[in-house]
Each structure stands twice: as structure tokens, then as C-alpha cells.
């Protein structure tokens, strides 16, 4: 069995698409499930296979519990509060996103055998100048400089899987992801989304960071990574950086444009002020992915699955 929190998210819902070909029962675990998203991601049928339970991440009676009665082998923890909402209020981000880490650990180590895979992020890594520049690769265990709530959140969470697996023997793993991307993003960064949802309305959108180099990441890759990471051995590191394409807004607005030429896209000035090149060698190595999507073939992805949807709703 596998407990998956946040399950009803974009990413929790391709994670779940990949686990049912294992034909084993998935729990899903959210806030406010959002079933019209699973299902238009894994299929109309995809309730047959899954049990959707809402529930808060951040309260342990109700995490914890529904944990310890699962019995899962693998618990995938995708629930968090996500920028720009992570950014307005401490005591918020601190429960949502520490908070329900705090509670998967804790279940983990009264499970004993059970594997946990969570989603940590970048911004951990602070800003390119902390690390040689914009164009040096981070590693791994590169020091962390947060500059953001979200930032501060996440590595208290690396920190504290690598204090769970010494006190506890919980054994995690964690991965770093990107600027993710996709059909079915409603959350996170706006520009992740929006650019695309202007493309296919034909609104006009404005584009930040428009001085700045984006490492985008598909979301397909990132379910991929996550499923990967069940049965990933550990080999000495907690936390994997991984990696998309590396392209400049600017580059990546233009992309859109020749795939949706009627998109009207304002891109203002600025940098996003964080790291976006990252040393994933490992994360090649140890757990097998080497070949993440090109945004050529990402964007055209994406636009395509949106337009589809699009179409069948009317």
C-alpha cells in the first residue's frame, strides 16, 4: 500500500497514475481533495483504485492517525503550503510545511518499515551569489543560505529527516525540484502556470523575471523521480538535487509564443534572487534518472493536454 499526501495536486496525481500500474491500493491524503483533478489526470475510473481521505498534514491526530492505520510500505509527502501563499504568513508556513513533516517522520518511526519520499525545494539554496555565481552548479550538500519562509521551511525539513533517520532509523529520501511545469498546475509560483493558461485563453498575462534564467521542470519527470525514489537505495545522501532545462525567460516566453501565436505576454524586469543550476549527477547515479524533458517537447506537451481538456469541457 502507498500513502500519498497531497494526492489530489497536480503532482500527487501523477504520482498516483504511475503507482496504480503497480496494482497495489493507493491512499490519498489532502486538505480539500480535488477528485475532478485526479480524475482528469488518472482517468474517470481512477476512484476504483484509490482512497481519497481528508484530512489536515499539519495536525498530527489526523496525519498520524490515518497513517498508523494504513500500514503503508511508502509514504509520498507532497502536502505543503507553496509560494506565494508560503510567504505571508510564518506560523502558517511553519505548520504546513515543518509541521506535516514533523508528523510523516513521526509516523514513520512508529511504523519502523516504511519508506519516505517528500519534495523538498531549491530555494533552500538562497541566492546565486552565495554559491559563485548564477552560472556555477550547486551540489548536494552545497550550505543553505534560504532567503524566503519557504526556504527556511524546507531546510528545517531536510534537517530534520537527517536527525529522524539517525535518532529513528527513518529511513527518506528527499528530492529538490525546479520551476515545475504541466497540465493540471493550479498552484505555486503564478508564472508556472498562467503563461500556459494565457496561451490557450488568449488573456493577456505579465511574465516576471524577465532578467533571469529559469530551470524548468516537467511534471511527468518530477512523478517519475518521486516513484523512482520508493526503491531507491540509500547511499549517503538525504536530499537530491534534480534538474530540468535551463533556459532564460525570455527564451522560454518566446518558446510559448511560436507553439500559441496568439499569446499576449507583458515580461517585466528582474530576477527571481535564488539559485537555478544544480549538480543532479547523483541523482543519476543513485536513483536512475538522467533525461529530464526538453521544454521543446514539455511545452508542446503541456499545451496540447490543456487544449484537449479545454475542448472536452465544452
Known sequence: MYFVTGGTGQIGAYVVR????????IVVFDLRADVELLKQICGPHILEHVEVIE?????????????????PKAIVHLASALPPIAERDAHYSLANVTGSMVNVL??????????????????VFGRPESHGGIDKLVGDTAAHYPTSLYGITKSACERLAALYRVRHGVNSV??????????GKRRGRPYGYKLFEAA??????????????????????????????????????????TTGEVTTMRSAVALVKTLAPGLSATLEKG??????????SRLASDVGFDNPTRIADGFRMTLDTMRAWRNEAN
Open 18 to 25: 504511475r503507482l496504480v500500474d503497480r496494482r497495489e491500493k
Open 55 to 71: 484530512g489536515d498534514a499539519s495536525m498530527a491526530s489526523e496525519l498520524v492517525g490515518a497513517i498508523l492505520k494504513t500500514k
Open 106 to 123: 513521526d509516523a514513520a518511526s512508529l511504523l519502523r518499515d516504511v519508506k519516505v519520499v517528500w519534495s523538498s525545494a531549491t530555494s
Open 174 to 183: 528527499g528530492f529538490r525540484f525546479c520551476q515545475g511545469y504541466g497540465p
Open 200 to 241: 490557450i485563453t488568449g488573456e493577456p498575462c505579465t511574465v516576471p523575471y524577465g532578467d533571469d534564467i529559469i530551470n524548468w521542470q516537467y511534471v511527468e519527470d518530477i512523478a517519475e523521480i518521486l516513484v523512482k525514489g520508493i526503491t531507491a537505495p540509500y547511499l549517503g545522501i538525504d536530499v537530491y538535487n
Open 271 to 280: 530576477t527571481a534572487e535564488i539559485v537555478w543550476r544544480y549538480d543532479a
